[in-house]
């Protein structure tokens, strides 16, 4: 019997009201600055609709001793523990080795990953060399989670649920280290526990999952494998029900000032925000017994903040504005400058772009404004290239150019140089041009150059939204 599945026999039997979630992601790239890890966000978002709560993030380097003290620790916290990481086949992949020490069992083949390991290689001529299939290794005992856009399979392993009673000796139950003990502690110092009463019921059995660590990966098992078996496991009363409202133009004290005129939130209902350059997502969240209340809090919730309101789903404005082009069957050409590209970027992420997003053209310098897009250059001599009237030149260029229905234009300062008194760094000018017309927006956004390009982007889109749904620019009536 290993450590943890000791451990369970020995811990006190109790009925959490909430069961708790803990994240371990493994990886020394994650502690050096190199990569960020986006694991934590993803779990959270995924595990919500399904009650459940991510209470902890740990991340630990690629180290056997210290993976499986986060997971023995993480064990004796919460209800599900979720590893992620460290099951590829170079020397640093060592998180199969720490959970088999920890839990004292061996290694096996996951045939259905070794045969699909196979034709993957096959179909890029290359064969299967005993370290790859290492790739293809679980614990015993474990459920393999066929990896659907990848190699490495994931786990899940089920612990014993913890005994009732409290007869049982609890001296493996891990210690904290000295320095949480006190200096002057001795090294087998335990606290006193006060009595517990006999013949609890047992709760239930302690869920193990390991993931793989890249993130397209970590999702495709998550997606395809956990949430379906939690889904089956905790059923619809353990559900909580989301709306989420996602907001342009409004800072998230302002959003929150808006809604707390409204009289929001209402008994019951939890609210969650999340800003980001340019939005701010507003999170309504309720047991599944509230639907009603939910459902009329999202309706003062929308009337309060209006038309900032650009989606009411987890959705980019990328997204929201593919999904009003492709509506109207209408199309789409943009024109940049300081966002150098990041406009079409945006746009093209999302799948089926093609229906409605023509192309575009960087143009970049006043030469290529001129030749490109048609800007006359006594325009650029008089006005400048960041002015209203270079933005609407450019957007009528663009929209003539592809014989778009919409013509999207921004040019600005991204700095860090390249700003006067008159245009400081981060002044920005946006134009919308369609067959009624041209519509233009001055801006100037705050932050270093790849921030005032992310805020350029998302106004110039929103400028869009607005004109595809017939409103006025924000901040004007």
């Given at each position: 019997m290993g450590d943890a599945e000791q451990m369970m026999g020995q811990m006190p039997a109790t009925a959490p009201v909430e069961l708790s979630v803990e994240l371990i992601s493994t990886g020394s790239e994650l502690l050096s600055g190199r990569t960020v890890n986006t694991h934590a966000r993803t779990l959270a978002e995924k595990l919500q609709p399904l009650g459940l709560q991510l209470v902890r993030d740990t991340t630990v380097p690629d180290d056997v001793e210290q993976i499986r003290e986060a997971v023995f620790a993480a064990l004796c916290r919460v209800d599900i523990v979720f590893v992620s990481g460290g099951l590829g086949a170079t020397s640093d992949d060592v998180t199969r080795a720490a959970l088999g020490r920890l839990l004292d069992r061996q290694l096996i083949v996951h045939p259905p990953s070794l045969d699909a390991m196979i034709r993957r290689y096959a179909a890029m001529g290359r064969a299967v060399t005993a370290v790859a299939a290492r790739q293809a290794l679980i614990l015993a005992g474990s459920e393999g989670l066929l990896n659907p856009v990848g190699i490495a399979p994931g786990m899940m392993i089920e612990l014993p649920a913890p005994v009732g009673g409290t007869s049982q000796s609890r001296e493996n139950e891990p210690q904290p280290p000295p320095e949480a003990r006190g200096k002057d502690a001795p090294p087998t110092a335990r606290r006193s526990r006060a009595p517990q009463p006999p013949d609890l019921p047992p709760s239930p059995a302690k869920l193990l999952f390991v993931l793989p660590g890249p993130p397209r990966e970590f999702s495709g098992v998550l997606e395809t494998h956990?949430?379906?078996?939690?889904?089956?496991?905790?059923?619809?009363?353990?559900?909580?029900?989301?709306?989420?409202?996602?907001?342009?133009?409004?800072?998230?004290?302002?959003?929150?000032?808006?809604?707390?005129?409204?009289?929001?939130?209402?008994?019951?209902?939890?609210?969650?925000?999340?800003?980001?350059?340019?939005?701010?997502?507003?999170?309504?969240?309720?047991?599944?017994?509230?639907?009603?209340?939910?459902?009329?809090?999202?309706?003062?919730?929308?009337?309060?903040?209006?038309?900032?309101?650009?989606?009411?789903?987890?959705?980019?404005?990328?997204?929201?504005?593919?999904?009003?082009?492709?509506?109207?069957?209408?199309?789409?050409?943009?024109?940049?400058?300081?966002?150098?590209?990041?406009?079409?970027?945006?746009?093209?992420?999302?799948?089926?772009?093609?229906?409605?997003?023509?192309?575009?053209?960087?143009?970049?310098?006043?030469?290529?404004?001129?030749?490109?897009?048609?800007?006359?250059?006594?325009?650029?001599?008089?006005?400048?290239?960041?002015?209203?009237?270079?933005a609407l030149a450019m957007a009528e260029g663009v929209r003539a150019r592809f014989g778009a229905d919409f013509g999207l234009a921004v040019t600005g300062v991204a700095g860090p140089a390249g700003g006067t008194a008159e245009k400081p760094v981060g002044t920005v000018w946006l134009a919308v041009a369609d067959a009624a017309g041209v519509v233009t927006q001055p801006r100037c956004f705050p932050g270093a150059r790849d921030a005032i390009k992310l805020w350029s982007s998302q106004l110039a889109l929103d400028l869009l939204r607005r004109r595809l749904q017939g409103l006025p620019p924000a901040g004007r009536t």
């Open positions: 956990v949430l379906p078996l939690l889904g089956k496991r905790l059923g619809a009363a353990a559900s909580r029900l989301e709306k989420v409202f996602m907001v342009c133009g409004l800072g998230e004290s302002e959003v929150a000032e808006r809604l707390e005129a409204a009289g929001l939130p209402a008994p019951g209902i939890e609210v969650g925000y999340c800003a980001r350059p340019g939005e701010t997502e507003v999170r309504l969240l309720a047991a599944a017994a509230q639907a009603p209340l939910l459902a009329a809090t999202a309706a003062a919730a929308r009337q309060a903040l209006g038309d900032t309101v650009f989606a009411e789903a987890r959705i980019g404005m990328e997204e929201a504005v593919g999904q009003l082009l492709a509506a109207r069957q209408q199309t789409l050409a943009v024109a940049e400058s300081c966002t150098g590209g990041l406009i079409g970027h945006r746009l093209t992420q999302v799948a089926g772009s093609s229906a409605y997003f023509l192309g575009g053209v960087i143009a970049y310098a006043n030469a290529s404004k001129i030749r490109d897009l048609g800007v006359p250059e006594t325009l650029l001599a008089q006005h400048g290239a960041v002015s209203e009237e270079t």
